[in-house]
């Protein structure tokens, strides 16, 4: 499957569009990641079990988006967008939202 965030992709002809997919993914962050980032809020650095869950919300919402599209029969989604948001009680979750273009190439 080629990825791609342009609406073409370079050196190819889209044969046929398939439609519009998307993947979400909602990931709560438990209290200890939370004390550990109000740490490093205090003394500076990079919250690095924060960059984890981030990273990993970003690739379950891809494999999805890209399941849906291999289910339509498309072998490429051009157009990709990723939105990043907090949601619930104090942004105590984090919601990543895919979304991109289902192509023939």
Known sequence: MILSTTPQIEGHTIREYKGIVAGETIIG???FKDLFAGIRDIVGGRAGAYEKVLSEAK???MQEMIQRAQAL???AIVGIDIDYETV????SMLMVAT???AVVI
């Open 29 to 31: 962050a438990n209290m």
């Open 99 to 101: 979304s991109g273009t």
């Open 88 to 91: 619930g009680a104090n942004g």
């Open 59 to 61: 690739d379950t919402s």
């Open 73 to 75: 029969g498309a072998n």
